[in-house]
């Protein structure tokens, strides 16, 4: 458990890391925060999604699967909105797959470590969003 742990904290650092570096542009030369930053969280937002869908079709059937890859997809579509929107729609969507997950709690047997953990990362890039959302 304790690998989860710190690949979970270690996939934090490149939303503080872009958050950091898009509140104080001056200590970098180049305009990467705000795209590195989108791909990073639809790619992670993709990746927790996935995560569920084979848990939730072998135990749930087929409707709940299609809303949580729904939720990957309107991260991805997102990238067609304005950027403060899209920051938005990415919180929203990250804020609803733990909400889902918990919803869920039945058919997913996490340990209430795990549950701590998902809690604090998912109020971690929510955070991030919001403070990159009133940056832009």
Same mark, same amino acid.
């Given at each position: 458990? /304790?690998?989860?742990?710190?690949?979970?904290?270690?996939?934090?650092?490149?939303?503080?890391?872009?958050?950091?570096?898009?509140?104080?542009? /001056?200590?970098?030369?180049?305009?990467?925060?705000?795209t590195a930053f989108q791909s990073y969280s639809q790619i992670i937002?993709?990746?927790?999604?996935?995560?569920?869908? *084979?848990?939730?079709?072998? /135990?749930?059937?087929?409707?709940?699967?299609?809303?949580?890859?729904?939720?990957?997809?309107?991260?991805?579509?997102?990238?067609?909105?304005? *950027?403060?929107? /899209?920051?938005?729609?990415?919180?929203?969507?990250?804020?609803?797959?733990?909400?889902?997950?918990?919803?869920?709690?039945?058919?997913? +047997?996490? +340990?209430?470590?795990?549950?701590?953990?998902?809690?604090?990362?998912?109020?971690?890039?929510?955070?991030?969003?919001v403070l990159f959302w009133w940056s832009v």
């Open positions: 458990m /304790q690998l989860i742990h710190i690949l979970g904290y270690a996939g934090l650092v490149p939303f503080i890391g872009l958050t950091f570096l898009q509140l104080w542009p /001056q200590l970098i030369t180049f305009t990467l925060p705000f937002l993709a990746f927790m999604a996935g995560a569920l869908w *084979p848990v939730f079709y072998q /135990q749930s059937g087929p409707s709940l699967p299609v809303w949580v890859v729904s939720i990957a997809l309107v991260g991805w579509f997102s990238s067609l909105l304005l *950027p403060q929107h /899209q920051l938005l729609v990415l919180a929203a969507a990250f804020i609803a797959v733990r909400l889902i997950e918990l919803w869920q709690g039945s058919l997913l +047997n996490y +340990n209430p470590a795990y549950h701590r953990l998902r809690n604090q990362l998912t109020t971690v890039v929510v955070f991030c969003h």
